[in-house]
């Protein structure tokens, strides 16, 4: 496990990038590199981080990367993995790095037949759960009562349970992360490096321009998520699943944040009735229930 201290002083995401003021996508994005180095091959489709890297013919990025459709990050991925194998390059890790619409609604398919192929990469999908680079239309992966262009009134459907939808492709190794906890997030990404076949890294991005809160507040939202229970920092790995901190330690209810305190704390959800929150939080002990259900069948 890297220590803050162990982590290394290069800086792969370089100044004048073009990420809004409170990234949790460009923190994400430094970490990664930290974790990789430029030993990395990242594939990049339409999102964000299409921004991020800067105009064309500049970058902001200290590696080696692909701007791919939006569909295509996988099968890219795939093909770049082919080629690597092919020269005998075997110390490069390549990296697909998508958005939320991109991995869960139009890049699942491509994804999903990289994982069945056991491609050898890790995927993650960064989760601002909205289409930020198009102003912020709702995808999969927005959260049921949220606001986004698309649903002036909140969303009325619940989010995708993308990364269990990818454990059930029994691919090895599994993990949700956030740039809130960076230890955690960068020893994730190292150990999924070592694994062979496919990884699945699901990231929660948080995004002070879609989520409407101070640009200051990026890493304390993160927390938010995870202290109230609505995101759970968890691994599966070889179909075994575990809680880590600090998630391990809200099994029980009575420790987590209420729910509330997220929704108060963004402009997002400031259409979410009282009944509405009842609901979601309803939702998340179900959600609870069953992963405390599949931790102690690892036990
Ligand atoms: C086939 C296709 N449809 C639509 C677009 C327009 N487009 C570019 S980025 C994007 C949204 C990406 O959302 P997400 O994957 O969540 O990444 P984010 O922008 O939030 O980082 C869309 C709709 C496109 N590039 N290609
Ligand atoms: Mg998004």
């Given at each position: 496990m890297v220590t803050m201290k162990e982590l290394p002083k290069?800086?792969?995401?370089?100044?004048?990038?073009?990420?809004c003021a409170g990234c949790g996508a460009a923190v994400s994005l430094r970490l990664l590199f930290k974790a990789l180095g430029n030993r990395v091959f990242l594939i990049v489709p339409a999102c964000c981080t299409t921004v991020i890297q800067g105009p064309y013919p500049y970058t902001a990025f200290g590696v080696p990367l692909q701007n791919i459709l939006f569909e295509s990050t996988a099968a890219a991925a795939s093909g770049v993995v082919a080629a690597l194998q092919q020269r005998k390059v075997k110390d490069v890790t390549v990296v697909g790095w998508a958005g939320d619409g991109g991995?869960?609604?139009i890049g699942i398919q491509a994804?999903?037949?990289?994982?069945?192929?056991k491609t050898n990469f890790i995927y993650i999908c960064y989760d601002n759960e909205a289409y930020g680079n198009t102003g912020m239309q709702r995808s999969g992966l927005t959260p049921y009562g949220a606001w986004t262009t698309t649903t002036?009134?909140?969303?009325?459907?619940?989010?995708?349970?993308?990364?269990?939808?990818?454990?059930?492709?029994?691919?090895?190794?599994?993990?949700?992360?956030?740039a809130s906890f960076p230890l955690d997030f960068v020893n994730k990404v190292r150990k999924a490096r070592d694994i062979q076949g496919t990884k699945y890294i699901h990231l929660l991005a948080a995004c002070p321009t879609g989520w409407r809160y101070d640009t200051s507040k990026t890493i304390?939202?993160?927390?938010?998520?995870?202290?109230?229970?609505?995101?759970?920092?968890?691994?599966?790995?070889?179909?075994?699943?575990?809680?880590?901190?600090?998630?391990?330690?809200?099994?029980?209810?009575?420790?987590?944040?209420?729910?509330?305190?997220?929704?108060?704390?963004?402009?997002?959800?400031?259409?979410?009735?009282?009944?509405?929150?009842?609901?979601?939080?309803?939702?998340?002990?179900?959600?609870?229930?069953h992963y405390r259900k599949l931790a102690s069948e690892c036990l």
């Open positions: 290069e800086e792969y995401l370089l100044k004048g990038h073009a990420a991995t869960a609604d994804l999903s037949g990289a994982a069945e192929r002036p009134s909140g969303k009325k459907e619940r989010k995708k349970d993308m990364p269990m939808i990818m454990a059930a492709h029994k691919i090895p190794y599994v993990a949700t992360a956030c304390e939202m993160g927390r938010l998520a995870v202290q109230t229970g609505l995101f759970v920092l968890y691994e599966v790995e070889n179909g075994k699943f575990k809680f880590n901190p600090p998630s391990d330690r809200l099994i029980d209810k009575s420790k987590r944040k209420p729910v509330r305190e997220y929704f108060a704390a963004q402009g997002r959800f400031r259409s979410l009735t009282e009944e509405d929150i009842v609901t979601i939080e309803k939702w998340s002990d179900e959600d609870w229930d």
